[in-house]
């Protein structure tokens, strides 16, 4: 017959057996006790987030317009290579040079851009140097609502070819 434990060592001993008994606890669902001594630290990740974030997402959007800068830099040398070939021929003129920028520049989604053409391709003698320039505010290619890093800029692209033939 049992009979109640009736000294400390007793009871000591009944504990440890019903404990080792019981079902298995998860981690997660034994109580953390807080270490003496030591502060909480609940909390302390989201303001630690909160700090950082901004200088997260300043890195991602920096990103993001310095490669559109970049992309859109190369699509201006492009377009200028595209406008410089159109003015070498026999027979062209700034506003088939400009038509033929302006058309590159439409197809691969920049507007606003300038054109620039000298000397004019109609008046230049065979073996001239034809200069095509071609330029665009950043602000307006920019993806950003407001350009941040880019404000005030202007990109450009620029090529000279001779001039072929003044002969049909």
Known sequence: MWSAPTGTSELIGQRRLER???????VASRAVRPVPGRRSRSGAA???????????????????EFGRVLMVAQLLTDAAR???????????????????????LTNAGVNG???????????????????????????????????????GQTLGGSVVMRKESNNF
């Open 20 to 26: 080792e008994n019981a079902a298995p606890q998860s």
């Open 113 to 151: 851009a300038h054109t620039a053409v000298s000397p004019d391709p109609a008046t230049a003698n065979q073996g001239d140097a034809i200069t095509v320039t071609v330029t665009v505010p950043a602000s307006a290619i920019s993806w950003l609502p407001t350009p941040i890093f880019t404000a």
């Open 46 to 64: 989201i303001i630690e987030f909160a700090l950082l974030a901004p200088v997260l997402f300043m890195l991602i959007l920096g990103m993001i």
């Open 82 to 104: 595209e406008g410089g070939r159109q003015a070498v021929l026999a027979g062209s003129n700034t506003d088939k040079v400009t038509s033929t920028v302006d058309t590159f």
